[in-house]
């Protein structure tokens, strides 16, 4: 209305929320509810919500973690592991020169020197997603520092993790862009887990098998399901006891392999 752009409204109702609790700290406010009538606006909602908690990362159960607790529901705080790689202790590797004077070996000296330092690269990775690592994922890092002869570090200063990787050029390089792929599928993960959840605060899609009553999906399929109608998809195919469905968007039904049908509807929890 008025043609103003969805994530200026977003951003405007947001702030409102968020200078309300900075004046009333104390507030027994526990319950925000933002109607949403048209369901693109979801994603600037969301991408407003994002921005806002990427301004300050430190404010974990502050007035950011109260706000989106009112909007994705409240979870209990998990208390981050430290993230501790065991590094690779290289063996030495000697010289011993000799030469016709003192000035000499100590030119010889410093030209390995030089040679050695030109090698070797120091890069580090500062990423809080990597406090999100999995035992596997750490597994795998502690694996690349194996096979590629560098020593990778972890750091946590500042409210800020860090990985720093010493090596060779090449194998520094290689080591990079193995973690940097493993912190995008973290981040993926992440911001997937998050969208599942605003989702499902927001939409409930159920199925009837033939004689019962309706059930719900389990949560990834709810937001894959709402995700196919935003998109416009004709139909979707879904897991539903262990068989596959193709559900026909948006009302419906789902039917199987053998033609067999269950009825499917949409529940807008804001109505």
Not at 112 to 126: C, G, K, N, R, Y
Request: glycine residues 4%; neutral net charge; proline residues 4%.
């Amino acid at each position: 209305q008025g043609n103003v752009q969805a994530k200026r409204v977003a951003d405007a109702m947001l702030d409102a929320v968020i200078d309300v609790l900075k004046q009333n700290p104390t507030s027994t406010l526990t319950l925000v509810r933002i109607v949403i009538f048209q369901q693109p606006m979801l994603n600037d909602f969301y991408s407003s919500m994002k921005e806002k908690e990427a301004t300050d990362p430190k404010d974990k159960v502050g007035i950011w973690g109260r706000l989106k607790s009112f909007f994705v529901g409240s979870t209990e705080t998990e208390k981050e592991e430290d993230f501790v790689i065991d590094e690779v202790k290289m063996d030495p590797a000697c010289f011993h020169i000799c030469g016709d004077s003192p000035a000499k070996v100590k030119d010889a000296k410093q030209k390995l020197l030089d040679l050695i330092s030109d090698e070797q690269h120091s890069h580090t990775i500062s990423d809080n997603s990597i406090l999100s690592f999995s035992p596997a994922d750490r597994q795998q890092i502690a694996a690349i520092q194996k096979k590629l002869g560098v020593s990778i570090k972890t750091d946590n200063k500042n409210g800020e993790a860090s990985i720093i990787i010493e090596g060779l050029n090449k194998d520094v390089l290689k080591a990079h862009t193995e973690i940097d792929r493993m912190l995008k599928k973290v981040k993926d993960e992440q911001g997937t887990k998050q969208k599942v959840e605003l989702t499902s605060n927001l939409v409930e899609w159920q199925y009837q098998p033939q004689g019962l009553q309706f059930h719900s999906f389990d949560l990834l399929t709810n937001y894959q399901l709402e995700q196919a109608m935003e998109n416009n998809q004709p139909n979707i195919k879904v897991m539903i006891r262990g068989q596959t469905y193709t559900v026909t968007l948006p009302k419906g039904p789902a039917t199987d392999g053998k033609k067999n049908t269950l009825q499917i509807r949409r529940l807008d929890k804001l109505k």
